[in-house]
C-alpha cells in the first residue's frame, strides 16, 4: 500500500515562529504536492514538484516556501507564521503525468491540522 | 481557471436510499478521480477514470466519465451510515500539467 506520512497530526505555533512541516512517501513517486483545506474553499494548492529540487507555485504560494532535497520528501515552510495561515494542510504523492492520460490519482497523508496563536 | 463544481453541496438521506453526485465542467480532462474524505483525515483515492463514457464500480458505488471528459457522476446503491464523508472529484487536464484541479466537494450524511 502507498504510504504519505506527515509529521505531526496536530501543531500549535505562535505568530511570528517559522514552521516546518514534513512530509515522506515510500512509493517512488515523482510528484509531490502540499494543499491546504479550509471550509468552504476547499483544497487549494500552495506548492508542488515534479523531482528533486524542482518546484512550481500553486494557487496560494504566498507566505510558504518548499524544499525537496530527496525524492520521498518535501517539506512546507511557513516563514513566518500567520493567524491566517490557521489551517488543516495535507501532503500528497503521485505518479508523473502521461501526457495522453493524465495521473492514476494523488495519495494523501493524514493531514497536519496546525494553529497559530 | 479551470474548475470542477459539485452538485450537490450537502446531502443528508435515509440508509438505503440511492443518490447520485455530479462533477461539472467547461474543461476537457485527460483523467478524472474521485475521493472520499473522513473528518479530520486525508482524502482517500476510491476511483480512476480516462475513457470518455467510461463506468467503473465499487461495491456499491458507480463511477461515470461522460463521453465529452468534462463531467463525471458517483451513484451510491443503498447507501449506508459507513459511506458518510465527503466527496470530491478532481481532474488533471490534457495540457499535460502535473496539478489536479479539486471540485468544491459533496458532503454526504447518511442515517441509519
Known amino acids: 500500500d502507498v504510504k504519505v506520512t506527515q509529521s505531526s497530526r496536530y501543531l500549535v505555533k505562535r505568530t511570528g515562529e517559522k514552521v516546518f512541516l514534513e512530509c515522506v512517501q515510500d512509493?517512488?513517486?515523482?510528484?509531490m504536492f502540499w494543499y491546504r483545506q479550509d471550509p468552504g474553499l476547499g483544497l487549494r494548492l500552495i506548492y508542488f514538484?515534479?523531482?528533486?529540487?524542482?518546484?512550481e507555485k500553486g494557487d496560494i504560494p504566498e507566505g510558504y516556501s518548499v524544499s525537496r532535497e530527496k525524492k520521498e520528501r518535501f517539506s512546507l515552510i511557513l516563514e513566518s507564521a500567520s493567524t491566517n495561515q490557521t489551517s488543516m494542510y495535507l501532503c500528497?504523492?503521485?505518479?508523473?503525468?502521461?501526457?495522453?492520460?493524465?495521473?492514476?490519482?494523488?495519495?494523501f497523508g493524514q493531514g497536519t491540522r496546525l494553529t497559530v496563536v | 481557471t479551470q474548475l470542477l463544481e459539485q452538485s450537490p453541496q450537502f446531502l443528508s438521506i435515509q440508509e438505503g436510499e440511492n443518490l447520485t453526485v455530479y462533477c461539472n465542467s467547461s474543461s476537457v480532462f485527460s483523467s478524472l478521480q474521485w475521493y472520499r474524505q473522513e473528518p479530520g483525515e486525508g482524502p482517500v483515492l476510491l476511483v480512476t477514470v480516462v475513457t470518455g463514457g467510461e463506468v467503473k464500480k465499487l461495491k456499491r458505488l458507480t463511477f461515470q466519465f461522460g463521453d465529452a471528459r468534462k463531467d463525471s457522476s458517483l451513484h451510491i446503491t443503498a447507501a449506508q451510515p459507513g459511506d458518510t464523508g465527503l466527496y470530491l472529484c478532481?481532474?488533471?487536464?490534457?495540457?499535460?500539467?502535473?496539478?489536479?484541479?479539486f471540485g468544491t466537494g459533496t458532503r454526504l450524511k447518511v442515517l441509519a
Open positions: 514538484s515534479y523531482d528533486v529540487k524542482m518546484k
Open positions: 500528497a504523492s503521485s505518479f508523473y503525468a502521461r501526457r495522453d492520460r493524465g495521473t492514476e490519482g494523488a495519495f
Open positions: 478532481a481532474g488533471t487536464t490534457t495540457s499535460g500539467t502535473y496539478k489536479y484541479i
Open positions: 512509493m517512488d513517486h515523482e510528484n
